[in-house]
T-cell receptor
Framework: GENVEQHPSTLSVQEGDSAVIKCTYS??????FPWYKQELGKGPQLIID?????GEKKDQRIAVTLNKTAKHFSLHITETQPEDSAVYFC???????????FGTGTRLKVLA | DSGVTQTPKHLITATGQRVTLRCSPR?????VYWYQQSLDQGLQFLIH???????AKGNILERFSAQQFPDLHSELNLSSLELGDSALYFC?????????????FGSGTRLTVV
């Protein structure tokens, strides 16, 4: 079945630096990859997604890249700010369903 | 406000008891998914309902059950509660029209079993 691995589990960066979180997936038929941000006491919030026909997508300070051959995708946050501190989850769908397998999460701390 | 409403926000109950968690999906969404998030754990899929019908089950215990009503709200029933059932329970909804889309999550119900 689908498996999603996410690294690192924790990440500390200085304010203004960049942060990169990586995920690998196993199902080559997966075609949509969302990223979620979960702040303390809240539910995960979709922040960006990418479809398999695109290699990169950017939205202001966040970007996602996808390498279908290697079956991995990454979240890039540039010019990090303290409010970026949260847990980030990647996800990949189980092909043929609308069900997602989530990565184990990355706790990002942006140090002021 | 994400548009997905979960009640209650917090629930404290004793072992052996039964509780019901409620979720109202975002307007227009026909699907409801339930996920469990334990301390330091990722999101574990429990069950998926689409327009009133069960579509998929994950690692959901037999003590847990769910249903989706004609007005599309869903309830997750947890019975014979154990200490290990303490967790955050999230529901999410999605459109599922026009291809794969992401979920919209509610703010969760924090269940504490004492």
């Amino acid at each position: 079945g689908e498996n999603v691995e996410q690294h690192p589990s924790t990440l500390s960066v200085q304010e203004g630096d960049s942060a990169v979180i990586k995920c690998t997936y196993s199902d080559s038929a997966s075609n949509y990859f969302p990223w979620y941000k979960q702040e303390l006491g809240k539910g995960p919030q979709l922040i960006i997604d990418i479809r398999s026909n695109v290699g990169e997508k950017k939205d202001q300070r966040i970007a996602v890249t996808l390498n279908k051959t290697a079956k991995h995708f990454s979240l890039h946050i540039t010019e990090t700010q303290p409010e970026d501190s949260a847990v980030y989850f990647c996800a990949a769908p189980i092909s043929g369903t609308y069900k997602y397998i989530f990565g184990t999460g990355t706790r990002l701390k942006v140090l002021a | 406000d994400s548009g997905v409403t979960q009640t209650p926000k917090h629930l404290i109950t004793a072992t052996g008891q039964r509780v019901t968690l409620r979720c109202s999906p975002r307007s227009g969404d026909l699907s409801v998914y339930w996920y469990q998030q334990s301390l330091d754990q990722g999101l574990q899929f429990l069950i998926h309902y689409y327009n009133g019908e069960e579509r998929a089950k994950g690692n959901i215990l037999e003590r847990f059950s769910a249903q989706q009503f004609p007005d599309l709200h869903s309830e997750l029933n947890l019975s014979s509660l154990e200490l290990g059932d303490s967790a955050l329970y999230f529901c999410a909804s999605s459109v599922e029209v026009g291809g794969q889309v992401g979920y919209t999550f509610g703010s969760g119900t924090r269940l504490t079993v004492v």
